[in-house]
């Protein structure tokens, strides 16, 4: 198969217009918010917020991952097809919105530099080079899966494979979420969870707290997870 019918045949090129378009509108969000809160630029520790503007987020990372699930889902007619196409797009997504942020605010100036990743269901801190990673490897696996699905007629993930992709991603959430965690069970917070933006002792802690140490290797182990699943999803449909 050539390269323009592979192209062609998985749509990707209204799937990269819809992904980097949107990488890029959730950058200028991003710097409306920095403008309004971190006008010398972002940097831990953060700052206390409205609730009201905390709540605005959720419903923006929703509103991101449902927009991001809707295309996938219209264009594939399997679920196969339809994890493809997702992790295309968020892949894509994700590292147009770090293009977008060292576009319009030359951040961050390191690779190594601590973001807020997410805040469902709690709040994910990390290196931005740990959610890069994550993309490329995503739409590597979007590729691979798009490839065997035409030229191998893969139709499915079996179980073992599954559980490899699950364990490294659950693997690399726990990277992602343990240092807020932390501070939520060590503070007892997570019975007020939903009233936290209004506790005082919660935002002392969070509003003094940064981020120094990111487990590299319990990343790199839930990274090798996937890519063992990969390995298998690629090894059993050559085999096939």
Not at 217 to 223: N, P, Q, S
Request: charge should be neutral.
């Amino acid at each position: 198969m050539n390269l323009y019918r592979f192209i062609r045949e998985n749509n990707y090129l209204p799937l990269l217009i819809f992904a980097v378009s949107m990488g890029l509108l959730e950058a200028i969000v991003v710097v409306y918010i920095r403008e309004l809160y971190y006008p010398e630029g972002f940097r831990f520790p953060l700052k206390e917020l409205p609730i009201w503007l905390i709540i605005i987020e959720w419903v923006r990372e929703i509103s991101t991952l449902l927009m991001l699930g809707s295309v996938a889902w219209i264009s594939g007619k399997n679920f196969l097809k339809r994890l493809s196409a997702f992790l295309f797009l968020f892949g894509i997504w994700d590292i147009v919105y770090y293009i977008g942020l060292k576009i319009f605010l030359d951040w961050p100036e390191s690779l190594l530099n601590w973001d807020i990743l997410f805040l469902i269901p709690i709040t994910w801190v990390g290196p931005v080079l740990a959610p890069v990673l994550c993309s490329l490897l995503m739409i590597f696996m979007a590729l691979l899966l798009d490839f065997r699905m035409i030229n191998n007629n893969l139709k499915a993930i079996d179980t073992k494979e599954f559980v490899f992709l699950i364990s490294g991603a659950a693997v690399i959430y726990f990277t992602f979420t343990v240092d807020f965690g932390m501070i939520l069970i060590n503070g007892k917070f997570l019975q007020n969870y939903f009233t936290l933006a209004e506790n005082r002792e919660f935002l002392k802690i969070l509003t003094s707290w940064e981020p120094t140490h990111f487990n590299w290797l319990i990343f790199a182990l839930g990274i090798g997870l996937i890519c063992v699943g990969i390995f298998l999803v690629n090894k059993r449909s050559t085999a096939n």
